[in-house]
């Protein structure tokens, strides 16, 4: 059977105070304080990706080392293996159960509260101050089809903050999600664990390395194309590690998988920095093995569920570490843009030491100050006020939002006299 929650933090009250007022409970899963430290992880690789840069003429050490922390671009794929068992979790936890609705309630508001208020709100912010610094006026038309969800339908430019990206297969994971449950529903727990595992790791793979045959691959610049659903797969072992948490096959025994991930990971980062050093593999290739390395690893990560009190994961519950995961969303949005102008306005170390270490804190603090005034400020009274409404308000509308969305599927179901295939 599934470990409890974890309850690390509360063995020690005092420590815990400082960071309870930061972090929020899931409405529909369990609590396990280890991925908020797997997210500190995965934020932490992604900002050092972004602000840890090297001479390309240097030295092959410094080279290697360079390209180690340039692979921290993995992270990503680390933050959306996550998102497949967090998300997918209370949808496994329903179908267990044998409920009746198969959308969880009030799921569509929960990820608009979580999402859109802080995305929204970088856009503004950046926008303006995009426009000082390169006085295109394309910049307020890619602002408003941001805000628009444009990007969802189609490529739009990456001009204004590329990271964004990955907000765009985030969102269609989203919207597929609950239409992927919708399709099993008459299915069992087992079975539908099965399909849909399948579903999510061969089409979209399938999709990229046809894509990748015609030359045809995920760009942010001059646009960003995702190529949907070509990138849906890195959410595919989430769900797989969800759906067996639900039925009880992650026992204690098996969170010992769990330190596998973590060397699996670290291996995937020296690995693709040594092949990045020494010019080996260039291409999709590379990234393909590499990636697929993080999101095996990051999925045995998940395996701590089974016991929390692992000392790996007491370790990745560190408050500081949770911290950052739990202020990450805002992080992530906020701090490339920072580093982008800081080079802009004092230019390259050219060799200076000193000049360099300040190139690379300050954005580093100023990132992470803006991201813990946001988080604090802005985005957690929203997140809490719209699930305090949502619980106040009833289940009327998310109920609504789950008939549509299941009359939509008995639509798209072909009646009897429908042709096969095509």
């Known amino acids: 059977m599934p470990g409890p929650p974890n309850t690390i933090s509360n063995m020690n009250p005092r420590r815990k105070e400082w960071l309870e ?34 001479n390309p003429n240097a030295g092959r050490s410094t080279r290697f080392i360079g390209e180690i922390f340039a692979a921290g ?11 497949g068992f967090l998300i997918s979790w209370p949808f496994w936890k329903s179908k267990v159960k044998g409920n009746s609705w198969v959308v969880p309630p009030g799921y569509g508001w929960r990820r608009f509260w979580k999402v859109y208020p802080p995305l929204a709100l970088s856009v503004i912010v950046f926008a303006p101050a995009c426009f000082l610094f390169t006085h295109n006026s394309e910049l307020w038309k890619i602002a408003l089809q941001w805000l628009a969800g444009v990007p969802l339908v189609r490529p739009v430019s990456g001009d204004l903050n590329p990271v964004m990206w990955s907000m765009i297969v985030e969102i269609h994971f989203y919207l597929v999600l609950p239409l992927m449950f919708l399709s099993v529903k008459k299915l069992s727990p087992n079975a539908a664990l099965v399909a849909l595992s399948a579903v999510f790791l061969v089409v979209p793979t399938a999709f990229r390395l046809l894509n990748a045959r015609h030359d045809i691959y995920f760009t942010l610049h001059p646009v960003i194309n995702t190529h949907f659903p070509s990138m849906l797969d890195a959410f595919a072992l989430g769900i797989l590690v969800a759906g067996f948490d639900n039925l009880g096959m992650i026992n204690r025994s098996l969170a010992r998988a769990g330190d596998a991930g973590l060397v699996l990971i670290g291996v995937a980062l020296v690995l693709s920095g040594w092949l990045s050093a020494n010019g080996i593999g260039e291409g999709p290739v590379r990234h393909e093995i590499t990636g697929w390395l993080v999101k095996a690893g990051a999925a045995l990560t998940l395996c701590y569920a089974g016991n929390p009190d692992h000392p790996r994961a007491r370790l990745l519950s560190t408050q500081w570490l949770r911290w950052c995961g739990i202020i990450s969303y805002e992080w992530y949005l906020f701090h490339q843009p920072l580093a982008f102008w800081t080079r802009s306005l004092a230019g390259q170390a050219g060799g200076n030491l000193l000049k360099y270490s300040a190139l690379l804190c300050g954005p580093l603090v100023a990132g992470l100050l803006i991201a813990a005034v946001v988080y604090r400020c802005f985005s957690l009274p929203l997140l809490r006020r719209g699930r305090a409404k949502h619980r106040v308000e009833g289940v009327a509308a998310p109920v609504a939002v789950t008939a549509s969305l299941q009359r939509g599927a008995e639509l798209a179901r072909p009646g009897p006299g429908a042709a096969k295939g095509g």
Request: hydrophobic share 45%.
């Open 21 to 54: 007022p930061w972090h929020v409970n899931p409405s529909g899963s369990k609590t396990y304080d280890f991925i908020d430290g797997l997210r500190g992880i995965a934020i932490l690789l992604v900002v050092g990706c972004h602000l840890i840069y090297y």
């Open 73 to 83: 671009a993995h992270g990503v794929t680390v933050f959306f293996v996550l998102s």
